[in-house]
């Protein structure tokens, strides 16, 4: 098992770069896939990046290519998502998670961070 914690989230202004932090303990993350979701007011939850466990392989939503970095440090047990060029639709609450499943089911999820992004 394992418990995340994000960090770094904050209010910013458009073109702004802001970078997500989520630190596990328990379990050490080099056993998982990890990924940060969204979700915004109103709004489902959706899938913004991913890195795989067993060669960091990354995925990521279209509407942040090129923006977005999901990187992983199995050393330090922590998950960064690196965020330039914000827009005001990337606000929302970001979520971490963790899983076993191909990336396509986590397991455990963090407690969320906000990110603002006023125009």
């Known amino acids: 098992q394992v418990q995340l914690v994000e960090s770094g989230g904050g209010l910013v202004q458009a073109g702004d770069s802001l970078r997500l932090s989520c630190a596990a303990s328990?379990?050490?993350?080099?056993?998982?896939?990890m990924a940060w979701f969204r979700q915004a007011p109103g709004k489902d939850r959706q899938f913004v990046a991913a890195?795989?466990?067993?060669?960091?392989?990354?995925y990521y939503k279209d509407s942040v290519k090129g923006r977005f970095t999901i990187s992983r440090d199995n050393a330090k047990n922590t998950v960064t998502l690196q965020m330039k060029s914000l827009k005001p639709e990337d606000t929302a609450v970001y979520y971490c998670a963790a899983g076993t499943h191909a990336l396509r089911k986590y397991d455990y999820w963090g407690q969320g961070t906000q990110v603002t992004v006023s125009s």
């Open positions: 328990g379990r050490g993350l080099s056993s998982y896939d």
């Open positions: 890195i795989r466990r067993y060669d960091s392989m990354t």
